[in-house]
C-alpha cells in the first residue's frame, strides 16, 4: 500500500515558508575584537596562572587570582580598544 505523494497535497505545504531576516547588525569589524579578546584573555590566563605558580607556590587561591587578574586584563584591554575603534 503505497501513496502517491504527488496526488495528494497536505494543506501545510501549499503555504509559503517564512523567512526570518533580522533588522540588526553586529559592529562591523567586531570578528577582530572578538578574536583579539579571546588571544588576549588566554595568554592572560597562562601568563596569570604561571606567574600566580611561581611566586605563590604554598597554594591559597594565589594561582586562581593570578589567572584571574590576566584575563581581568585581556577583557579590560579588548573593551578599550573596541570602544576606541568605534569611536574613530
Known amino acids: 500500500m ?4 504527488t496526488s495528494e497535497t497536505s494543506p501545510s ?12 547588525k553586529l559592529p562591523p569589524k567586531i570578528e577582530e575584537h572578538i578574536e583579539s579578546g579571546l588571544v ?3 595568554s592572560g590566563v597562562l601568563v596569570g596562572g604561571i606567574i600566580g605558580a611561581l611566586l605563590f607556590k604554598s ?13 581581568g586584563v585581556a ?3 579588548t573593551v578599550e580598544r573596541a570602544i576606541s575603534n568605534m569611536n574613530a
Do not use: C, H, I, L
Open 2 to 5: 503505497t501513496q502517491d505523494s
Open 59 to 71: 597554594g591559597k587561591g594565589w594561582r586562581y587570582a593570578g589567572a584571574a587578574m590576566g584575563a
Open 13 to 24: 505545504s501549499n503555504k509559503p515558508k517564512e523567512v526570518f531576516v533580522p533588522t540588526w
Open 40 to 42: 588576549k584573555t588566554a
Open 75 to 77: 577583557a579590560g584591554s
